[in-house]
């Protein structure tokens, strides 16, 4: 008897590889550093049961269109916003995803990037490569505190309650901003709540941790960014899609704020013409945020576990429409 077949887009470690080769037949895009070909992802899901995915691929209805077969897309990630979810459950299609595992390891690197794009960090190391270094000034290479100065975070989900713990570990005043009131964030960890508008002009860091949704597409866009201090500094390790990146580039090449660190972009990879990269004052990562060997071995285990599980038929470990399973 045949096995079913796998599409997953990117090699995976070898723990989730060897899950998944024992019970399916696998085509697997190789490449590390480039995306799977639109053309061979839509020729090689057309007799798949299922496939194993991450943020870099988009799984819409063209893809689920050329899948008749399908069964489960998991994707290698909590977020699912490239994924057509609501063709997929309409065709009784499930979606996995691996909440909770990048918790720790994303909130490590948000804090990483404000303090790198705070004191300057990526400048330094360039400032000594660059041989720039000839002696010691008074100013040279300022940046901004980070012990005792305000945090306001954007989104206070899993990741944006421990980026909050990190904060107050430098005695930082929390302000959050969130769909719905978090009393026991705000017994726990002294967090104030404050509309969008009072927390983008009262904070020094802002920090957004927004899903990505049609409800959140360029929610920090001019107008938000205009109620922010001249000395804020912005902190985007959500989604591309929640940032109007031209008004943020006029905002810093203004100077009407101080600076930005970007862990995400509107479309990935950026563009190395991108008018963002022509900025001192602004530190840029490749979307690395869960990016731990640890953590992003459980996240290729788990999204493994989930496809193996819709290819089976059982219940997914992490399902995002659970509504399947009603129908």
Do not use: C
Not at 32 to 53: D, F, H, K, N, W
Request: no cysteine.
């Amino acid at each position: 008897m045949s096995k079913p077949k796998l599409v997953v887009t990117r090699e995976l470690p070898e723990e989730a590889m060897h899950l998944l080769k024992e019970e399916a037949d696998l085509y697997v895009w190789e490449s590390e550093s480039e995306s799977i070909p639109r053309s061979v992802l839509l020729q090689e899901v057309q007799q798949a049961t299922g496939i194993v995915t991450n943020v870099a691929d988009s799984i819409d209805r063209e893809v689920l269109d050329a899948a008749p077969h399908l069964r489960v897309v998991s994707t290698m990630a909590v977020g699912f916003d490239n994924i057509d979810v609501n063709t997929a459950t309409q065709r009784g299609i499930a979606i996995g995803h691996t909440p909770g595992i990048l918790t720790e390891t994303t909130a490590d690197l948000t804090f990483a990037l404000l303090m790198a794009t705070a004191r300057r960090v990526v400048d330094g190391d360039r400032f000594v490569r660059n041989g720039e270094w000839k002696s010691w000034g008074p100013m040279l290479l300022t940046g901004q505190d980070i012990y005792g100065a305000t945090i306001g975070i954007i989104g206070m989900g899993r990741i944006g309650e421990a980026v909050a713990r990190r904060a107050a570990g430098f005695a930082m005043k929390l302000l959050y901003h969130n769909r719905s009131r978090r009393p026991e964030v705000e017994q726990k960890l002294g967090a104030e709540y404050r509309s969008l508008d009072e927390l983008l002009a009262e904070s020094d860091y802002v920090v957004l941790m927004a899903p990505g949704s049609p409800d959140t597409y360029r929610m920090i866009g001019a107008r938000e960014i205009s109620l922010m201090k001249r000395s804020a500094v912005f902190i985007n390790t959500s989604r591309g899609t929640n940032v109007d990146e031209q008004a943020l580039y006029q905002a810093l090449k203004e100077k009407r704020i101080w600076a930005a660190g970007l862990d995400v972009f509107e479309q990935e990879p950026i563009r190395t013409d991108h008018p963002l990269l022509s900025l001192d004052n602004v530190v840029v990562l490749p979307h690395i945020g869960s990016a731990s060997i640890a953590t992003r071995t459980r996240m290729a285990v788990i999204a493994a576990k989930n496809a193996l599980a819709g290819i089976r038929g059982e219940r997914l470990l992490h399902t995002v429409n659970p509504e399947v399973y009603e129908a």
